[in-house]
Antibody
Framework: QVQLQQSGTELVKPASSVKISCKAS????????MHWIRQQPGNGLEWIGW????????KYNQKFDGKATLTADKSSSTAYMQLSSLTSEDSAVYFC???????????WGQGVMVTVSS | DIQMTQSPASLSASLGETVTIECLAS??????LAWYQQKPGKSPQLLIY???SLNDGVPSRFSGSGSGTQYSLKINSLQSEDVSIYFC?????????FGGGTKLELK
């Protein structure tokens, strides 16, 4: 069965960076786009970008250009997102999600809560 | 960016009732519309893709319809486990965008 297992809760300081992971299993990692989505407290969902692990191609929401960097390691079937120059505005839950049928996100990770605080 | 306007923002309904949630896109998205259900503290789960296709394992009381810029999610015979927040999402054009969500509660 398809599973996306994300890394644990992060408490980080302002101006620092954090790298969160999303380990995929149960399918061919290189065959599906992996998306990242942000959900701020009490707010809706924002799409950050995607990576295609098969060739490493990426596409970002312009809003997150320079903030998020997406990478993937084919050998471990793991996708990563690095967030840089963190501020309190970046405190949120971050999800990875696999793109399935006709562009919808058919499997999601459990989410990683990132809290930016001094 | 394509704006997704979801209504209502909140909804209260009784068990067994039929509820409908609407989603309006700022431009034609050619049925590239998905619906998700999110329970508190959990990740969203895909219900409907391509406007009207039911995802595997989703109860048949859920259905989607619409075309162009107007879409809807209908839940027949509301069950207690349907209490959740529902989001629509367009995957026609980047950046993919979501509706603001509809919080469904029991009356």
């Amino acid at each position: 069965q398809v599973q996306l297992q994300q890394s644990g809760t992060e408490l980080v300081k302002p101006a620092s960076s954090v790298k969160i992971s999303c380990k995929a299993s149960g399918y061919t990692f290189t065959s599906n786009y992996m998306h990242w989505i942000r959900q701020q407290p009490g707010n809706g969902l924002e799409w950050i970008g995607w990576i295609y692990p098969g060739n490493g191609n990426t596409k970002y929401n312009q809003k997150f250009d320079g903030k998020a960097t997406l990478t993937a390691d084919k050998s471990s079937s793991t996708a990563y997102m690095q967030l840089s120059s963190l501020t309190s505005e970046d405190s949120a839950v971050y999800f990875c999600a696999r793109e399935g049928e006709l562009g919808a996100f058919d499997y999601w990770g459990q989410g990683v809560m990132v809290t930016v605080s001094s | 960016d394509i704006q997704m306007t979801q209504s209502p923002a909140s909804l209260s309904a009784s068990l067994g009732e039929t509820v409908t949630i609407e989603c309006l896109a700022s431009e034609d998205i050619y049925s590239n519309l998905a619906w998700y259900q999110q329970k508190p503290g959990k990740s969203p789960q895909l219900l409907i893709y391509y406007a009207n296709s039911l995802n595997d394992g989703v109860p048949s009381r859920f259905s989607g319809s619409g075309s162009g810029t107007q879409y809807s999610l209908k839940i027949n015979s509301l069950q207690s486990e349907d209490v959740s927040i529902y989001f629509c999402q367009q995957n026609y054009d980047s950046p993919w965008t979501f509706g603001g969500g509809t919080k469904l509660e029991l009356k």
